[in-house]
């Protein structure tokens, strides 16, 4: 796909979710269809396989993610999708094959719909509490700052202000703008204004578009690659694989231009953290955090260890059931929880 078709898909993908979202299951399915005319993407065929199954076409959702498997055979939830299609007609023994695959994959789907019922509910808690926060897993490989394609297409741009921002930052650093930044030229394409925000579009040498970091050449490659942590709702995420590369911004571990202008990072960026990313965020407000849980600790524990943290704060203190029924809050209940809870995620790391 060119860039433009590569946009094109994008666009159809976004608006197949959006309706889906909102109900519109017909339409939603005509414009993952669109997506899959475009590129023969295994999300899309993820994005069409639920669609049709909540539109209650089981053998059409079957073959769409049947589809997705063959894109892409090491994604988990494909498989647990297409066991729970399967078992609602009544092929239980494939059912039960495609769920062992799914946990063969990752151990975390025999009871993954505990972990999704608690990111729900962690979600739900800390909605709005959280301003553009700064990870503090340092030991990460900084995942958010790798892409597999160019940053356009995951929405990495650059608006006005911050695009000002890094100029007066080259100037003070004797950098040259066009090592870091490129252009590309919405005119003439279809539903920009849906997929870029306004401010995003400039007129840059003479032309309207959106700007956007470059990437470096090296490669994450597969050591880094075997331990990506998940999505807040725990869902692989689609733009990162062995052969992502970084942000040209990215420098001895993390994000160089992070508060450039008085900004952090950019909107995209910063707004974006994974499953572990967010959990320990949650553990540093709450005042759990500990330094010492990250000194040795691969990518692979933390990521199980945030899930551990995940399912102890949702079940022992945001899901329980009689705090959730105090009003007012009882603010005595909720410390003796969370005390409770952080007696038992210590134990976990």
Not at 23 to 42: N, R, S, W, Y
Not at 104 to 118: E, L, P, S, V
Not at 253 to 262: K, L, N, Q, T, V
Request: net charge negative; charged share 30%.
């Amino acid at each position: 796909m060119t860039d433009a078709e590569k946009l094109a898909e994008k666009y159809c993908h976004s608006m197949g979710q959006l309706l889906v979202d909102e109900g519109d299951l017909e339409e939603g399915i005509v414009f993952f269809q669109k997506a899959i005319d475009i590129g023969d993407t295994p999300y899309a065929w993820y994005g069409l396989s639920r669609s049709l199954g909540m539109a209650e076409d089981t053998a059409g959702a079957v073959g769409a993610i049947s589809r997705a498997i063959k894109l892409a055979p090491g994604i988990p939830e494909y498989y647990y999708e297409r066991s729970r299609l399967l078992a609602h007609l009544g092929r239980d023994d494939l059912a039960d094959e495609d769920r062992n695959k799914a946990i063969g994959i990752d151990d975390n789907y025999r009871r993954i719909d505990t972990i999704k019922r608690a990111a729900g509910i962690l979600e739900e808690a800390f909605e709005g509490v959280f301003h553009k926060p700064s990870c503090p897993v340092r030991s990460c490989p900084a995942y958010c700052c790798h892409f597999k394609d160019r940053l356009v297409l995951h929405g990495v741009t650059i608006g006005a202000w911050k695009l000002n921002a890094l100029r007066a930052y080259f100037r003070e650093k004797g950098l040259d703008e066009r090592d870091f930044l490129e252009a590309f030229l919405v005119a003439g394409i279809e539903n920009t204004d849906s997929l870029f925000s306004p401010h995003d579009i400039m007129k840059y040498n003479g032309a309207a578009s959106v700007i956007f970091p470059r990437r470096k050449e090296h490669a994450l490659g597969a050591r880094l690659a075997r331990d990506i942590p998940k999505g807040r709702s725990y869902l692989s995420l689609m733009w990162i694989d062995d052969t992502a590369r970084p942000c040209c911004f990215f420098e001895d571990g993390r994000c160089s231009i992070y508060g450039a202008g008085g900004e952090p990072s950019l909107e995209s960026c910063s707004s974006f953290l994974c499953m572990t990313g967010f959990v320990f965020v949650v553990l540093e407000h709450l005042g759990m955090f500990k330094e010492e849980w990250l000194a040795g600790a691969s990518m692979a524990h933390l990521n199980q260890a945030a899930v551990e943290a995940l399912v102890i704060l949702a079940e022992d203190v945001y899901g329980n059931e009689e705090l959730r029924a105090c009003d007012p809050p009882d603010d005595d209940l909720k410390k003796k929880l969370i005390d409770r809870a952080e007696r038992k995620i210590s134990l976990v790391f």
